[in-house]
């Protein structure tokens, strides 16, 4: 029972919840309960109302409440993004996601932030250094043009290894991060690092020894491919 200062004897249940889940009552009666207390009393229920911010595709579990139930809250990501928070009129920004609807309409808008990309360079057996770069999902990378050498070889390219084979880019190459995520399978891979492996024009290697011949031999005509071979 209850009184003006509260439960008095028995079992009081003052959430919604908790009324249509103290015995098993019927789908029509759970319906009519909740359309009691939609119309008859005032400030029982409240608006939770969910905001997809910048790399959010959509949130779930908006909706009107009844005072103090707990609401289990998530939001789908964008590929190139990864959860941060849920910010608004609950005070400090919510990290988890679960939210409790207490006696006002809750605002909430979740928010991501874009991924970052660790890119790396490999010399593939030249000398040098190129220093490890950041890039986020929606940037562009200038493939170098330089920065390792190698004796006999010019560099002319960059290439990346995936699962079907690898991928090759010429230098300088203007290249969408977005488009080397997607190849690799890293849009939901917050901090991943790609590396590049330099590609070498290597020229054949000739092995020679010095031959001397008097230019009195030379005039002569005796330089031959069968006195070069003795």
Known sequence: GMTDEGPS???????YNGIVNAQNWTAATKETLKTYYNKMVDGLFYNLNLQKGLGIQNVHGAGK???GTPVIIFADVKDGYHFKEWKGNQGAPIINYAVTVYASDVNLVAQAEENI???KYDSN???GDIATQDYSYNQNLILPTNGFSKDGATI???????DTGAIQYIRGQSVPIKSIVKQLNLQRT?????????????GPII?????????KDAKKGKITEEWLAQ
């Open 207 to 215: 092995q020679a020894e010095d031959i001397y011949v008097s230019i």
């Open 9 to 15: 004897w028995g079992n009081v249940y003052t959430t």
């Open 190 to 202: 917050n901090g991943a690092t790609i590396v590049f492996g330099a590609l070498w024009d290597e």
């Open 125 to 127: 057996g030249g000398i």
């Open 65 to 67: 409440y009844c005072f």
């Open 117 to 119: 990309y660790h890119i």
């Open 156 to 162: 002319v390219g960059w290439e990346i290894t995936t």
